[in-house]
């Protein structure tokens, strides 16, 4: 009755050491997060007002606003998007429900896992050879555009994946008990159950698109461009590249400082406001899939 009581408390002890660490490296990580914002919050909140929100920059990107830096972060997502997410939600639909598990099937997984994993830097190198060399792009919106959604295309076939793998074949079997097809299965059954898992994957891909400097390095991004763009074809201003080249390489670093964690500010504002975005939609969808 003694070693079973000792072995009893060895394992409540175990687990509470293992309770506490998990603990402990949660709000380690949670810490770290508020105190990065609190920096930015505490650095950026004073540039922030509707002129810099609205204006263009001028005196050498020391003052003024970062309107068409915004404006061009926004044309660059939303052509990412157009390209990335048909391809990655059709391919991620192919792999899933029609591709047989052969070694074709296991090699464009392993490709797809190896692309997600290549440095932002090599996309930018990537896109600045084909789109804006070889094809004549020249630095654009549109190379810029083409070489982030190349970036998150991975992502997207991943996450549209994994999210119709989760749904049970127990549905996929009644429905063509009920003689639907294939194509009216995947349309009507798992395509809508595995919606709010896609959705989530392609708006928090998205944040990783509006942040991301070394793809528009060498594709899109202009030095210092004081006006909007005119078509897909011009060069942009964008946050990122924006914000580095406050950092490092601007005209008066110490006057444009305030400016650059203003940048900052407002770009982990954007990076925010799209993952609430995320958890909205998913909640949104995952209650209607229930109410169906």
């Keep these: 009755m003694k070693d079973k009581n000792t072995i009893y408390n060895s394992k409540r002890a175990s687990q509470s050491v293992a309770f506490w ?17 609190s920096f930015i919050i505490y650095k950026g909140a004073g540039a922030i007002s509707w002129d810099f929100i609205t204006k263009m920059p001028k005196d050498g990107m020391t003052k003024g606003g970062i309107f068409p830096a915004i404006v061009g972060t926004l044309c660059l997502v939303a052509g990412s998007i157009i390209f990335a997410f048909p391809i990655g939600v059709l391919s991620g639909i192919y792999v899933n429900e029609y591709a047989k598990n052969g070694w074709f099937i296991r090699f464009v997984r392993m490709m ?5 994993g290549i440095p932002s830097i090599v996309f930018g190198m990537f896109g600045m050879a084909l789109f804006v060399n070889y094809l004549k792009f020249g630095t654009s ?22 999210a119709l793998k989760s749904i049970d074949n127990s549905f996929r079997h009644g429905s063509y008990a009920l003689g639907a097809s294939k194509l009216e299965t995947i349309r009507r059954v798992t395509l809508p159950m595995a919606f709010p898992n896609i959705v989530t994957g392609l708006v928090l891909s998205v944040g990783r698109v509006s942040g991301e400097t070394a793809p528009i390095l060498f ?24 914000l580095y080249v406050l950092s490092t390489s601007g005209t008066d670093l110490e006057a444009s400082r305030t400016m650059a964690y203003g940048t900052a ?18 909640k949104y969808f995952s209650k209607k899939v229930k109410m169906n």
Excluded at 112 to 116: A, D, F, V, W
Excluded at 220 to 235: C, E, G, Q
Aim: hydrophobic fraction near 60%; proline fraction near 6%; aromatic fraction near 10%.
């Design 112 to 116: 797809t896992n190896n692309l997600s």
């Design 141 to 162: 919106i549109i190379a810029g555009s083409l070489t982030l959604g190349l970036m998150v295309l991975p992502i997207v076939i991943r996450t549209t994946e994994e």
């Design 265 to 282: 500010l407002v770009l982990v504002i954007m990076v925010l406001f799209v993952n609430l975005i995320a958890n909205a939609l998913r």
């Design 219 to 242: 594709t899109a991004a202009a030095y210092f461009l004081p006006k909007l763009p005119s078509s897909i074809t011009d060069p942009v201003m964008a946050l990122p590249y924006h």
């Design 21 to 37: 660490i998990f603990r402990f490296f949660s709000f380690l990580v949670v810490a770290i997060l508020v105190t990065i914002l």
